[in-house]
């Protein structure tokens, strides 16, 4: 496996780009469409927080444990949202996709599909990833069904398994896809976007 490095992906009208601290403003205010960070299972900052969420990203991509990115919309040239790789294993081929939000006024749109089928196809076709994970709190029943809508499959719940930003200890729900399943996850993921531009959902 190659180690990720920041890099930008773009595709039907959306790019992921390395996240930075120029980012700040934009940021707070893409978690205020909706207040995202009011849903207390969530990673979405708050505007007094942004700055640290910001930093600690930063870090674990100083660390070589994390690739974050920020959404944009290109059309808009809005933030739409955050994501990244995280507790990269370069040593096993192994990354997780987490750390992701979108602004309310974007969710269950093609967004987090057109974001998966980049974050995904990087990381098996151009890294070299033999497994992607991906982790929920077993609160965000949203978040369970949109990685299970992706074709990822669950490996189980870690009971106690880490902090939230409130300071209690969530379960984690964890998913993943192995490289074997990746050519038939990324048809269904290429039809989805065909059907959602198509107007079918």
């Known amino acids: 496996m190659i180690h990720p490095a920041p890099i930008t992906l773009e595709r039907n009208g959306i790019r992921l780009e ?23 299972f969530t990673s979405v900052p708050r505007a007094a927080e942004t700055e640290a969420h910001i930093a600690n990203a930063l870090k674990g991509l100083q660390d070589g444990h994390m690739l974050p990115w920020v959404v944009r919309e290109i059309a808009t040239n809005t933030v739409v949202g955050s994501t990244r790789y995280h507790d990269i294993v370069a040593a096993i081929d192994r ?8 602004r309310a006024s974007r969710q269950r749109t093609g967004l987090n599909t057109t974001c998966k089928l980049m974050l995904l196809e990087h990381a098996f076709e151009s890294l070299g990833c033999k497994v992607v994970g991906l982790r929920t709190d077993n609160f965000n029943f949203r978040s369970q069904r949109a990685i299970e809508a992706l074709g990822a499959k669950k ?23 192995i490289a074997s399943e990746w050519p038939d996850v990324k048809r269904h993921l290429e039809l989805r976007l065909a059907r959602h531009a198509g107007g079918e959902g």
């Not at 700040?24 to 009011?38: I, P, R, W």
């Not at 719940?157 to 300071?167: F, T």
């Open 18 to 40: 390395p996240l930075s601290v120029e980012h700040h403003g934009a940021l707070v205010e893409a978690a205020a469409d909706g207040e995202l960070y009011n849903l207390w």
């Open 95 to 102: 990354v997780e996709i987490g750390w992701t939000w979108y």
């Open 155 to 177: 490996d189980g719940v870690l009971r106690h398994h880490q902090a939230r930003r409130d300071g209690s200890a969530r379960d984690s729900v964890m998913y993943s896809i």
